[in-house]
């Protein structure tokens, strides 16, 4: 066979990264027979893309409309590098002995960049491929994706301080009669919450209108709009449910007044900065649901902000992540990916022996050095770093359009993976 193993191994054991970091890692190949190989090569890249398939009417000659399937797509690169680990385009062919080949590869990544994100119609993905050159035959390839965190402090949006107090209000008819009011009033302290927290919500319901309220609905969603412009700009917007509590009911002429705790997972940060087709916000929708197919429910959105960094006056006790008990790969004690290192807890990592230092990679972005693009908790010297945990939303494919459905690792598991904090209340 030749071809034993063919990995892509990060050094950084939760493969997260922040905006002008840099990437490093391993290009294994393991072999039980000798190979001739032109060379190696590692390509990083990000971007994003957007697709999906519209209907519309098109007039066709003899003056009817047909109805049309077409798909629009939308598509912005930010990087795009690729490198020899080992030999060259124009060189001569390399051997390769049995056994285990560990090659180095970095990247800088550049500063602006907008986090990760997976979603059916579009997505922001970050990738490593290498391949082995092969004369006169076709090259193994093997592809990996990698999290970019862009930071977003909730101390630097103003309107994540903003103390929540909305009232709601809503009559119904009753034949020619209009009823008295159903009120809901939702208090909350901030709209600014980080991966961990708990929105605590005030609920408070009086219930004159006679109209049995059957539950009072919180949902968080995520409300992204996806923007095509091939063959022409055409716009997308999907509500995804996050996550949802209610209670109820409330009978006619009474009153109710209650808190409800909303728990925040694994998100991507609000606004998805410095992606030009993709917007992410999130909205807490409030719904308090009638009795009567005829009556219509009392309903309000508000926007709310999700973050990296927590607010420094809110619920300002946190506590360090707990260590996990198992790792895939090793990393460097005391470190993540918030301070420019590896997530903590991890024993430190320490190249193989014999293995050369990594390569000097192609030119970089020009960007400012490693600590001037550290995230905001050298701000917070008391913050501990966060975990980072996988969202929701993973992928069936790594391919792209157009490659090779022989690549490994095309339909490993991947989902990016975000801040978390624990908090102690």
């Not at 090569?41 to 399937?69: F, I, M, P, S």
Request: aromatic share 10%.
């Amino acid at each position: 066979m030749g071809l034993k193993d063919f990995r892509i191994v990060f050094d950084n054991p939760w493969s997260t990264y922040y905006p002008g970091q840099m990437v490093t890692g391993r290009v294994i190949v393991g072999l039980d027979a000798v190979k001739k190989v032109r060379g190696i090569t590692v390509k990083v890249k990000g971007e994003a893309n957007v697709c999906w398939a519209t209907d519309r009417q098109e007039l066709n000659n003899e003056g009817k409309y047909d109805n049309e399937t077409q798909t629009v797509t939308g598509h912005e690169e930010y990087f795009n590098m690729e490198y020899y680990l080992l030999g060259s385009p124009s060189g001569s062919e390399i051997e390769l002995p049995i056994g285990e080949h560990s090659y180095p590869f970095q990247c800088p990544l550049p500063p602006n960049l907008p986090s990760s994100f997976e979603h059916d119609h579009g997505y922001v993905r970050y990738t490593v491929k290498a391949s082995i050159d092969r004369p006169w035959k076709f090259d193994h390839q093997v592809k990996i994706a990698f999290t970019v965190v862009s930071n977003f402090d909730l101390n630097k949006e103003a309107r994540a301080l903003e103390p929540v107090n909305l009232e709601m209000s809503k009559t119904f008819c009753c034949l020619c009669c209009g009823s008295l009011p159903l009120k809901v009033s939702i208090m909350m302290p901030v709209k600014g919450y980080v991966p961990g927290q708990s929105m605590m919500i005030r609920v408070n319901v009086e219930n004159q209108s006679g109209i049995v309220v059957e539950t009072v609905k919180l949902i968080l969603r995520k409300i992204v709009t996806f923007k095509a412009n091939n063959p022409r700009f055409e716009t997308k917007t999907e509500k995804i449910v996050i996550a949802e509590v209610s209670k109820g009911p409330v009978e006619g002429n009474a009153t109710s007044d209650y808190q409800q705790k909303l728990d925040i997972p694994p998100l991507p940060p609000s606004n998805l900065t410095n992606c030009g087709i993709i917007d992410l916000e999130y909205n807490l929708k409030i719904e308090a649901c009638v009795a009567g197919w005829y009556h219509r429910n009392l309903k309000q959105n508000m926007l709310v902000f999700i973050g990296t960094i927590p607010l420094a006056s809110y619920q300002n006790s946190v506590m360090p992540p707990t260590s996990p008990s198992k790792v895939p790969m090793p990393g460097n004690p005391g470190a993540d990916p918030t301070y420019g290192g590896y997530p903590s807890g991890y024993p430190e990592f320490s190249p193989e022996n014999g293995n050369p230092a990594p390569p000097s990679a192609p030119l970089d972005y020009n960007s400012d050095s490693p600590a001037q693009l550290q995230t905001n908790h050298n701000s917070y010297p008391n913050l501990p770093p966060p975990a980072y945990e996988e969202y929701g939303w993973s992928i069936r494919s790594l391919r792209d359009a157009g490659e090779s459905d022989q690549v490994m690792g095309l339909r490993g598991h991947y989902a990016p993976r975000y801040p978390v904090y624990k908090f102690t209340s």
